[in-house]
C-alpha cells in the first residue's frame, strides 16, 4: 500500500483566507504532483516536482503555490481563497523513471469556499 | 492535448465483458490506466511502455497500438467491484507528467 498523507480531509472557508494544503509521503519518492479534479470530471495536474527546490507549473492554470524543501513534504498555498477555487484537490507522488512507474495517490481533500 | 476516451459511459450485467478505448493526437511513451471509486483516490491498474505491448492483471488487460496513439482496457467477466470511473493517463517524451483522459464511468449491475 502506499503511503501518501494528505490534510485536512474536508475545508470549508470563507473567501478572502490564505489556505495551506498538507501533503506528505513515506515511500521516499522523488517525483510529486498536485491535481485538481471537480466532481465526476477528469484530473488536471497544476504542479509537479522531480526534487527538492525544484516546482514546476502544470497544465491547467492555477493561482495556487507550491514548495518542495523536503523530498517528503509538497504543500499547497493559496493566498486568498475565492469560490472559483473549490474543488478536489489530489496529491500523487512516484518514482523517479521515464514515465514508466505508477502514481500513488493520496485520499484528497475536498475545498469549499463560501 | 488530453486524451479522448470512450464510451463515456458503460452499464454492464455482472459476467460481461467491456472495452475502454483511449486516444491520444501526440506520439506517447506510456499509457496508464488508474480506477477511481466515488470518493475515493484514484487506483493505479497498469503501465504500458510503448512496443504495442499486452498487460494483463486478473480478469483485466490492456494494449497499446503505438501507431495509432491508443490503447484499450479489456475487462473481463465484469465484477461488482469493477465500478467505477477508468482514467487513462499518456506519457509523452520522457519524464513521469501524466495527461488523463476524459473518463470512462463504468456501472455493473447484478
Known amino acids: 500500500e502506499a503511503d501518501i498523507y494528505q490534510t485536512p480531509r474536508y475545508l470549508v472557508i470563507g473567501t478572502g483566507k490564505k489556505i495551506t494544503l498538507e501533503c506528505s509521503q513515506t515511500?521516499?519518492?522523488?517525483?510529486m504532483y498536485w491535481y485538481q479534479q471537480d466532481p465526476g470530471m477528469e484530473l488536471h495536474l497544476i504542479h509537479y516536482?522531480?526534487?527538492?527546490?525544484?516546482?514546476e507549473k502544470g497544465d491547467l492554470s492555477s493561482e495556487s503555490t507550491v514548495s518542495r524543501i523536503r523530498t517528503e513534504h509538497f504543500p499547497l498555498t493559496l493566498e486568498s481563497a475565492r469560490p472559483s477555487h473549490t474543488s478536489q484537490y489530489l496529491c500523487?507522488?512516484?518514482?523517479?523513471?521515464?514515465?514508466?512507474?505508477?502514481?500513488?495517490f493520496g485520499d484528497g481533500t475536498r475545498l469549499s469556499i463560501l | 492535448q488530453q486524451p479522448v476516451q470512450s464510451p463515456q459511459a458503460v452499464i454492464l450485467r455482472e459476467g460481461e465483458d467491456a472495452v475502454i478505448n483511449c486516444s491520444s493526437s501526440?506520439?506517447?511513451?506510456?499509457v496508464h490506466w488508474y480506477r477511481q471509486k466515488h470518493g475515493e483516490a484514484p487506483v493505479f491498474l497498469m503501465i504500458?511502455?510503448?512496443?504495442?505491448e499486452q498487460k494483463g492483471h486478473e480478469k483485466i488487460s490492456a494494449s497499446f497500438n503505438e501507431k495509432k496513439q491508443q490503447s484499450s482496457l479489456y475487462l473481463t467477466a465484469s465484477q461488482l467491484s469493477y465500478s467505477g470511473t477508468y482514467f487513462c493517463?499518456?506519457?509523452?517524451?520522457?519524464?513521469?507528467?501524466?495527461?488523463f483522459g476524459t473518463g470512462t464511468q463504468l456501472k455493473v449491475e447484478l
Open positions: 500523487a507522488s512516484s518514482r523517479g523513471g521515464l514515465g514508466n512507474q505508477p502514481q500513488h
Open positions: 515511500m521516499g519518492h522523488d517525483k
Open positions: 516536482s522531480y526534487g527538492v527546490n525544484s516546482t
Open positions: 501526440k506520439a506517447l511513451y506510456s
Open positions: 504500458l511502455l510503448k512496443g504495442g
Open positions: 493517463g499518456t506519457v509523452t517524451g520522457g519524464g513521469n507528467k501524466l495527461t
